[in-house]
Each structure stands twice: as structure tokens, then as C-alpha cells.
């Protein structure tokens, strides 16, 4: 092999994966609790004493759930955020996460890369996570991150648990992430410049306070990813309940509403990609979360009531500012429906 290797032989220096590794994603190991991190053929995590380990796994492919035209940094984000939603949902203390990335040739680059990490160190410093091992791939384009936290015994949330009179609540704004995907899918429209939405949905704001503090609170949780009413619909599965939604109680943003006011409700209640919490409360801890909401320490709209189950294939009702009942025939996103 020649040792003059010219300026054009570098430029397309093709990296290994272990030069990947070692470039761009050696130095997201420093959380607390990681005894060995990347380099092995596993990593050592050194997990709380009388505390559970929740797992969750998320895989986003391009084209799919971001645009092609998104950024490395766009989809580092995205890609974290999502799957700490899920950590959100089920009450658990982020830690850890692994990350498997199959990479096309042409990305493969050092510019490229370094946008990737950069945006994987933004959420996991922000959020105090060490990423402990994973492994890169040539092909299309797709992103897998598993992400590990910690809840103590019995703490965690759960999608069953929901009892009759409960009432419902949601976390932030609905319909924003309908809204969101417009604005990173289609250029020169009335959302392209948004950027409040280009941020919701390329950086979703994962609700981790909002889940530890509804420990012992929540009667039942989950993350909206696949639409409010298919979401809310696992729940009533998993509890063997109903639910009556009032979309005169929606919380939609001013500008979504102005957006697109014939769409915003259906959006809001199909839409999906929303990353915010939707959970339940009994009676009893009910004038808690009220409190909360009316100091401004919790950011959640009460949006309807859990019922009792019943010999019908729709879990959940959804009413119009009239009471009158909507169709809820519409599903949310299924990767295989």
C-alpha cells in the first residue's frame, strides 16, 4: 500500500465501523451508571438499587417517519426525542440508550456524521442519557434506538389501570404535529415558515417531568404518537373501558387553528406524531392535577371521561361542541393498515 496517499485518495476514504464509532459517538458515554460503555461486545451499566429497568425500542426509516430532505441533525433529534416520549409515558427516569444506524454509502461522510452527533448530544445532554452501545450498517437509511430508564417497584405507568369516571387529560398542544409534518414535508406552503412547528416536529418536547411527577397520580398513560383517538383506544383495550372525548376541549394552538381551521380537530384527534401524554385520573388525586394546571405547574387540558366497556366495536366516543357524536371510523397511523 502506498504511504503518499494524495488529498483526492482522502476525500473518499471510506470509514470503517469502527472509525464511525470511535469519530462520532465515543465521547455520549459519560452518564452516570456506565462501568464500561462503547468498545466491548456489550457495555456494563451499574442500574439503581430497588429500581425496575423499563426498555423501549423506536425504529425510524427515511421516508417514512422524516422527510428525505431532512437534515442529519434533524433526524439525530427526532430520533431521540421520540423514544424518550416513551419513557415519558411509562413514568421512567431516562438513563441509557443504544443506537443502530444503517447508513447509505453516500452518507457515510464525515460531514454528515458530525451533524448526526451532534444532534444525538444535544437531547442526550439535555436529558442526561449516555448512549451504551449499538452497531452501524450499510443500506437504506433508518434509525433504531433503544432507550433503558429506571422506576422504583410498582411506580411505573401503565396503559391499564383506567376505571370508570375517570377523567382525561392531554399534555400541551394537540394537532401540532400533523401541522409539524407539513411544514418539513412540503416546501413554499402557509406552514414553511413556521418555525415553532418545523421544531415540533423535528424536536418534540419528550414530557419526562410530567411522567415522574403523575407517578401515584395516573390511573393510566400513554404517549401520542399514533393519534389521540387510536392512543386513547389502547388505553380503553388495555382497561377494559370507553371513552368519551369533548372536542370543544381540544387544545389546539392558535396558529394551527388559524393554519387550517377545517382541519385542526380532525388532525388533533387522528393526526398523530404528537409526543405529548395522554392519561387518566380517578376522582380522588383529581383535585391535585387541577391545582396543578391552574398555578401553571402542569401544562394539561381535561378532554373528556372514561366509561364503562359495552358491547360495541368503538372504544372510543368523540362529541362535537353540540354533544352530537362525531364518526370515529378514521384510525390512526398503522404501519401495516
Not at 494524495?6 to 476525500?11: A, E, I, N
Not at 442526550?124 to 449499538?134: S, T
Request: aromatic share 6%; net charge negative; hydrophobic share 40%.
Amino acid at each position: 500500500m502506498r504511504e503518499d496517499t494524495t488529498l483526492s485518495d482522502q476525500k473518499h476514504h471510506q470509514p470503517s465501523e469502527f472509525e464511525l464509532i470511535a469519530t462520532y459517538f465515543k465521547d455520549l458515554t459519560g452518564q452516570a451508571g456506565v462501568a464500561l460503555g462503547i468498545g466491548d461486545d456489550g457495555a456494563v451499566i451499574n442500574s439503581s438499587q430497588n429500581h425496575q429497568l423499563i426498555v423501549a425500542t423506536d425504529t425510524l426509516v427515511e421516508g417514512v417517519h422524516f422527510p428525505v430532505s431532512a437534515s442529519a441533525g434533524q433526524i439525530a433529534t427526532r430520533a431521540l426525542c421520540v423514544n424518550l416520549s416513551d419513557m415519558a409515558a411509562m413514568g421512567a427516569q431516562p438513563r441509557w440508550f443504544t443506537l443502530a444506524l444503517t447508513l447509505p454509502e453516500e452518507k457515510a461522510n464525515s460531514t454528515w456524521m458530525a451533524d448526526f452527533s451532534a444532534g444525538l448530544a444535544d437531547i442526550a445532554n439535555r436529558y442526561n442519557i449516555a448512549l451504551v452501545g449499538g452497531d452501524t450498517t450499510s443500506g437504506p437509511l433508518t434509525v433504531s434506538i433503544t432507550l433503558l430508564g429506571e422506576a422504583p417497584p410498582e411506580q411505573s405507568l401503565k396503559r391499564s389501570g383506567a376505571t370508570v369516571a375517570d377523567s382525561i387529560f392531554v399534555t400541551g398542544y394537540l394537532a401540532d404535529g400533523a401541522a409539524g409534518l407539513k411544514s418539513a414535508s412540503i416546501k413554499n406552503n402557509i406552514y414553511s415558515n413556521s418555525d415553532r412547528l418545523l421544531q415540533r416536529f423535528y424536536k418534540p418536547q419528550p414530557q419526562i417531568e410530567t411522567g415522574l411527577k403523575l407517578r401515584g397520580l395516573a390511573t393510566a398513560c400513554i404517549d401520542i404518537s399514533d393519534g389521540l383517538v387510536a392512543d386513547l383506544g389502547h388505553i380503553c383495550k388495555s382497561s377494559s373501558v370507553t371513552a368519551t372525548i369533548y372536542t370543544a376541549q381540544l387544545p389546539i394552538a392558535a396558529d394551527v387553528r388559524q393554519l387550517a381551521p377545517e382541519d385542526c380537530i380532525d388532525w388533533a384527534l387522528f393526526g398523530g406524531d404528537e409526543y405529548q401524554l395522554c392519561f387518566t385520573v380517578g376522582a380522588d388525586k383529581l383535585a391535585i392535577i387541577e391545582q396543578w394546571i391552574s398555578s401553571g405547574e402542569l401544562f394539561a387540558s381535561k378532554i373528556g371521561t372514561i366509561g364503562a366497556a359495552r358491547d360495541s366495536d368503538s372504544l372510543v366516543t368523540i362529541l362535537d361542541p353540540d354533544n352530537n357524536p362525531l364518526s370515529a371510523n378514521k384510525k390512526g397511523y398503522d404501519h401495516f393498515g
